[in-house]
Every structure is written in C-alpha cells, then in structure tokens.
C-alpha cells in the first residue's frame, strides 16, 4: 500500500498549530502510526491506530482521520519539535510514507 | 526499561554476508512480535522484517526476500538477521523494533546499526 505524505517540507514559528498529512493508496481501517525521529537519533513512536496517544508523549500531539487520509496536528510547535515526521500503514504489512522534514521558521 | 541494542554492523563487500544481532531487556522478549527497520542515507525507512513470538513464521518484503533471513533465541532475549549476497542498495541504518501489542506499529526501537556494502 502506498503511502504519501505532504509537504515534504515544512516550516513554522514556535506557538505555530501545525498539520501534517498522511494519504493512503486504499482502506487502511485506521491502522495507521506516527513518528517523530530527530537528527542522528532512532524514530519514536507518537502515535498508533490513527488517533491513541504513545505514553509520554506530550499531549500537543494528536492524530486524526480514518479510511485513507490522516493528519498529525501539534497545537502548539515548540523548538524541541524540529524533526522529520513519519507515517506508517500496518493493515496490510506494513509500509511507511516518504516524510514531511519540519522546520523552524 | 525497554532496551534494545543491535550490533555486527560493518563494511561489507557486495555479494558477501553479514549477521546482526540485537540484545533485548526490560520486558518479556517472548510475548512479542520483533522486526527489522532499515534507513538508507538520508532517505525515509523501510521495514526489512518481521518474526513472530515463537520465530515459527516470518515475513519479508520482496526487496530481501530470499537474501535475508530474522530469527529470534528466546532464552536470550535476542534478535538476528542474516544477510546474504549484500548489495550496494542495502546500505542502510538497521534498526531492531518492537511491534506493539498485537499490531504492527513499532513501539521501541533501537539506537541503529549502520551496514556499509562496497567494494
């Protein structure tokens, strides 16, 4: 399943909302994660089954959508958001989208 | 704490094998599924492997198929993969990732090993 994620760039001030979107080649039921991975270091987990909250993770964090699109939204961007963000299917397989890399403006 | 630390990683010549291993701690290894996440240079990732509880069924994208091979020791808490007749394309970071609870997300990863294939 093909995953496509836009903008692939994206830059914004602290205190910004941010929206991050994540399209799906076809039906994914909602089985579909986020992840933040900053310079040098692994991906971690946000969020999973489209809109539940990883533990730890501050909520300014959400997610949302169903079928085949999907939004990631932090409320408000602080500068310790800066990374690039992924989305993940995992209804069929699994397969990840191509990132959308988020800046500081 | 969940932790999991890979190794083995190297430069290797095209056409050879490298086996990576990754040591698992802060939870129950058996209970979950494992998997393999690789990241080329400065490109997105791309899920390499996935092993089930008891290692009896595995799953592969066909960019590894067949070169490739997970496997898990539960009595070590550790995870492996085996990767034969490398290739240029397969220089990457390898993470080694828990699946969440009945699901295929990743919930834990790794620090990354990196695999460098060239002659």
């Known amino acids: 399943i093909q995953m496509t994620q836009s903008p692939s760039l994206l830059s914004a001030s602290v205190g910004d909302r941010v929206t991050l979107s994540c399209k799906a080649g076809q039906n994914i039921n909602n089985y579909l994660a986020w992840y933040q991975q900053k310079l040098g270091e692994a991906p971690k987990l946000l969020i999973y089954?489209?809109?539940s909250l990883q533990t730890g993770i501050p909520s300014r964090f959400s997610g949302s959508g169903s079928g085949t699109d999907f939004t990631l939204t932090i409320s408000s961007l602080q500068p310790e958001d800066v990374a690039t963000y992924f989305c993940q299917q995992y209804n069929s397989w699994t397969a990840f989208g191509g990132g959308t890399k988020l800046e500081l403006k | 704490e969940v932790q999991l630390v890979e190794s083995g990683g190297g430069l290797v010549q095209p056409g050879r094998s490298l086996k990576l291993s990754c040591a698992a701690s802060?939870?129950?290894?058996?209970?979950?599924?494992m998997a393999w996440v690789r990241q080329a240079p400065k490109k997105g990732l791309e899920w390499v492997a996935t092993?089930?509880?008891?290692?009896?069924?595995?799953y592969y994208p066909d960019s590894v198929k067949g070169r490739f091979t997970i496997s898990r020791d539960n009595a070590k808490s550790s995870l492996y993969l085996q990767m034969n007749s490398l290739k240029s394309e397969d220089t990457a970071t390898y993470y080694c990732?828990?699946?969440?609870?009945?699901?295929?997300?990743?919930?834990?990863w790794g620090q990354g090993v990196m695999v460098t294939v060239s002659s």
């Open positions: 092993i089930s509880t008891s290692g009896s069924r595995t």
């Open positions: 089954n489209a809109n």
């Open positions: 802060g939870f129950t290894f058996s209970n979950y599924y």
């Open positions: 990732a828990r699946n969440g609870y009945n699901r295929w997300y990743f919930d834990y």
